[in-house]
C-alpha cells in the first residue's frame, strides 16, 4: 500500500557556501526545522579566511569554532541537531550534492 503522506515530515535542505558564512555565520542556525548542509570544501575556504583581518576572518572564526562545537555532540557528517530543530551536516566530496525527494 501506498505511505499515509499526511505522516510524513518533510524538511526542507539548505546548503550554505562560504560565501554565507563569511557573510553571516549564524546561519546555520538560522533555518528552522530544516537540514542545514556545508559541503566541506567551504571548511577548507574558512580555515583559509579565519588569519584574515577585520570581519571576515572574525566571521570565519566564529563558523569554525561553532562547528568544532558541534562536532563535540555528534558526528557532522550523520548530522548534529540544533535547539530550533533543524540538522547540521558537512556533505564530504564523496556525496552526491543534487537532492531530491522521494517518499
Known sequence: GRADESSTIWKKT??????????????IKAFKHSVVCIP???????NSF????????SNARQV???LEDLR???????????DNGSVVRILTQNEDYSFTSTP
Do not use: Q, W
Open 72 to 82: 563535540k555532540v555528534g558526528s557532522l557528517n550523520s548530522g548534529v541537531p540544533l
Open 40 to 46: 566541506l570544501p567551504c571548511i577548507s575556504d574558512l
Open 64 to 66: 569554525i569554532r561553532m
Open 14 to 27: 539548505f546548503v550554505l557556501d562560504t560565501n554565507v558564512l563569511l557573510h553571516d555565520p549564524d546561519a
Open 50 to 57: 579565519k588569519k584574515k583581518p577585520g570581519e571576515i576572518g
